[in-house]
């Protein structure tokens, strides 16, 4: 006779997904407190919003799809309304703007956190839930609100603990090769379109592959073939001759620019708002190696409106196979005009900057750095039953002064209890049996100088006669020096 065994789900988390420990979430908090201090020292108030939106009020610019579960969570309510969980942290501004534009202050300045959900294939640093902080001006057609954000993100990077040679903040303003293509003739949007699809791929296939992305078409090394945007030759040497024209410095660029867009209204308009920016970030003290012009940078085909900006991570990750690769974007933002009044009919100016924490995290994580080992509470090992009492009074005593500490609840014993504390890596461990509760004194372990000098101990029994590390103090003194401890470890 047999039965039936009930079959057991496999332990697994969803593709895309992430279980962190305190290690990876302190990288995380470090970064959004960091940014946080700099977006609020600007004046940016902090507003949160709920992780579900109506799917029609994210829009058909994220996802560009018919579907409402395309690219993102969505599910229906019980009203038939199609929900999603927010694709970022900007459509919900625009909603809440548009909701409660009356009561906000204009322009309106607002930073935000939290995560954020795509359903997208993942891939190395790419997940499907993941942490941003936004900043945005609402209301403001001033070049100098770009800037302002441009500024603050710079700021931002190296607030969060990047040096100054790790990133590099890219500008650009997408009415320059607009102006440039309609100067060029280029009037059909899908050429356009495609255009700037082929501008983006830059970096990945260099001027040869751009130039027959432009023309007919491009081969790729599987053999499949990518229709190009069939502009004429003449134009193509145009937009080649646009997107290389970057300096090394913004006023060198903007000359050059001004040579290769050849006066064409939209395109002087860019480049007068360009230069704006640059006065500006001039005045903020950003240089010209942090925040530079670079007329490749595309983002958003459809979604931005006049300047846009991308962070971009210099530090060298391993690759699939060990290989030194970069990391890429890190961040990005831009102008986006026309957000607010899907909603009002009317267009609201604004510009804005998303911080992508948990690629930098990730990013910091697989170069190497960045990745602190958070530091457990002090122990206080349990080794008679009998005075549970006391522990927990000893563990209360370093709480009420501000000290993590916790009591070992386990059923090990005293070498297994300092071996759960050195791997919490605590600074200290408070030990107390039978003999020291007789004499009124407190055994403690500075498990950090324990650790340091270790190395000098050459065998077992100079370990076990040294004790190095610990110290015996009366009851009295206990707590004062395990706060010296703690505060010298931190």
């Not at 700037?196 to 040869?208: F, Q």
């Not at 990518?226 to 024209?245: H, M, Q, R, Y």
Request: aromatic letters at 8%.
């Amino acid at each position: 006779m047999t039965t039936d065994v009930p079959s057991r789900p496999k332990a697994r988390a969803p593709r895309g997904f992430q279980d962190r420990r305190a290690d990876a979430l302190a990288v995380e908090r470090k970064i959004l407190a960091a940014v946080s201090r700099v977006y609020e020292t600007y004046g940016f108030e902090l507003l949160e919003t709920g992780a579900l939106e109506y799917a029609d009020a994210l829009g058909k610019f994220l996802p560009d799809a018919d579907r409402p579960n395309e690219g993102v969570f969505a599910l229906q309510d019980d009203d038939d309304q199609w929900m999603a969980l927010r694709y970022d942290l900007t459509a919900p501004l625009a909603r809440f703007v548009a909701e409660q534009s009356d009561s906000l202050p204009k322009p309106f300045r607002r930073y935000a956190f939290g995560p954020v959900w795509r359903n997208e294939k993942p891939g190395p640093g790419r997940y499907r839930e993941f942490l941003q902080c936004d900043a945005d001006t609402i209301g403001s057609d001033r070049p100098e609100a770009d800037a302002e954000i441009i500024a603050m993100a710079v700021e931002g990077y190296g607030a969060a603990g990047l040096p100054p040679s790790a990133f590099t903040l890219r500008i650009n303003n997408r009415k320059l090769l607009n102006g440039l293509l309609t100067a060029a003739g280029v009037g059909d949007s899908g050429q356009k379109l495609a255009v700037l699809r082929a501008v983006d791929k830059l970096d990945r296939l260099g001027a040869t592959g751009v130039a027959a992305l432009l023309g007919a078409g491009r081969k790729d090394e599987s053999g499949a073939f990518t229709k190009g945007a069939g502009i004429a030759s003449a134009a193509i040497d145009s937009v080649l001759a646009f997107v290389e024209a970057a300096r090394e410095t913004r006023i060198a660029t903007l000359d050059r620019l001004a040579q290769v867009i050849g006066g064409s209204i939209e395109g002087d308009e860019g480049l007068a708002e360009l230069s704006r920016i640059d006065d500006a970030l001039t005045r903020l003290g950003v240089a010209d190696d942090r925040a530079v012009f670079d007329p490749s940078i595309v983002r958003g085909l459809e979604y931005y409106t006049g300047a846009v900006f991308e962070a971009e991570l210099s530090l060298q990750t391993p690759g699939d196979h060990g290989e030194p690769v970069r990391f890429g974007s890190i961040g990005g933002g831009g102008r986006y005009d026309d957000l607010v009044a899907r909603f009002t009919g009317q267009r609201m100016p604004a510009t804005g900057f998303s911080f992508g924490v948990s690629r930098l995290a990730a990013a910091l994580a697989a170069s190497g750095g960045g990745l602190e080992k958070a530091r457990g509470p002090v122990v206080i090992l349990a080794l008679d039953g009998a005075l549970m009492g006391e522990y927990f009074a000893l563990a209360g005593e370093l709480r009420a002064c501000g000290v993590a500490a916790e009591v070992y609840l386990g059923s090990s014993g005293m070498r297994a209890q300092m071996k759960y504390a050195d791997r919490r890596l605590s600074p200290a461990a408070v030990i107390m049996g039978g003999d020291e509760m007789a004499a009124g004194t407190v055994t403690i372990k500075d498990l950090d100088l324990g650790r340091s000098l270790a190395g000098a101990v050459t065998d077992n029994q100079t370990w076990r006669d040294d004790r190095p590390g610990q110290i015996t103090v009366p009851r009295a003194e206990w707590l004062a020096r395990v706060r010296r401890i703690v505060e010298t470890a931190a």
